[in-house]
């Protein structure tokens, strides 16, 4: 079945919130398969997995704020992905 949330999530305000070091906002994230996969195929290599996340205010149907968060792989421009690595000065 497939959900049109994934990769996507929220952050609520901590209502809990029992002294100044606890975090402002809390909430979670699913994530696909696919972004699984990508993030995996990154570590594998050696590399850092990183994610991108952007987010969005929202207010719920009974009056909260919240943060809506979508998460996704970096973005890659065409450039970045075919400039061929600099070659030395006597090279």
């Not at 050696?46 to 987010?55: E, Q, V």
């Not at 973005?75 to 006597?90: A, I």
């Amino acid at each position: 079945m497939e959900n049109k949330y994934l990769d996507s999530g929220a952050l609520f305000a901590n209502d809990r919130k029992q002294n100044l070091k606890a975090p402002e906002w809390k909430g979670d994230i699913e994530i696909s398969p696919e972004l699984l996969k990508a993030l995996a195929t990154e570590l594998k290599a050696g590399n850092p997995a990183k994610i991108s996340l952007a987010g969005w205010n929202k207010v719920s149907k009974n009056g909260n704020t919240f943060i809506s968060i979508k998460a996704s792989t970096p973005y890659v421009s065409q450039q970045t992905q075919t400039k061929q690595p600099d070659k030395g000065f006597w090279e």
